[in-house]
Structures are given as structure tokens and as C-alpha cells.
């Protein structure tokens, strides 16, 4: 949605006098359509390190494309930073997962209980928190 909103935004910018990307690139005669995937072309490579089929040729031009570059940049730092967040807290889940399974082993260990109760228990405690991985 928000970049065709920066499409459509990119194309009245173009639109703007008879220099601007539109006519200087020829796409005033083009339909709607192309002119519409040129747009949106454009404002989906302003988020990507991707080419953009078009240039700002008018100062308005300009001040828009560098404005969207700014927010480009803002929303990809958000992106990466909320990926990033949600692999730490995967990874902390996991590793005290690990930390409870290894503190199990231990204490079972440590009160000298069978083997075969050792083994029954702890697939059990596995059982139990897959199921409740499944739930989430």
C-alpha cells in the first residue's frame, strides 16, 4: 500500500511541468499502465539496493525522491532492527529450553534415580513442551 501511494505520488511529481521524469523520459505517451509499473518500479527500488528505471529531472523531483530515500531508510532500519529482536528472543527461548533440559538431567543424576525412570521422564518433559510449542 505505501508504495503505491509513493508511485502514484511519484507520477503527479512527474507530471509537473514539461521536464519532469514523465515527459523527459518519453512516458507521456505511454499508457497508463506502463506509466503506473514505471512509477511503481521506481518506489519499490527506493526500499531495495535495486535500479531504478527512472531519475528526478525537476527539483521537486529531487527533493521528493531524496524525502522517500530518507523514509526508505528509516523503515528498513525498523524492519531489520524487529527481525533482529525476534531471532535474540527465539534464541534466549531456545537456550534456556536447553539450560532447563541440562538442570533435569543433572538433578536426576544427582538423586541417583534409574536409568529407565531417567529416560520415561525426561521424554516426558520433551513431549510435554513440543506440545505446548505446537500451541504457540
Known sequence: AMNHMLACIWFWVGTWGSDGWVTADLFNEEDYGVQYLVALHWSLAQFTP???????????????????????????????????????????????????????????????????LATRITRYVEFILELRHKRV
Open 50 to 116: 535495486g535500479n531504478s528505471p527512472v531519475t528526478p529531472k525537476t527539483v521537486p523531483e529531487r527533493i521528493f525522491a531524496a524525502s522517500v530515500l530518507a523514509m526508505a531508510m528509516i523503515v528498513a532500519t525498523c524492519f531489520v532492527s524487529s527481525v533482529t529482536s525476534t531471532m535474540a528472543s527465539v534464541w534466549t527461548l531456545n537456550r534456556h529450553n536447553i539450560t532447563q533440559h541440562i538442570l533435569l538431567k543433572k538433578f536426576l543424576h544427582q538423586h541417583r534415580v534409574s536409568r529407565a
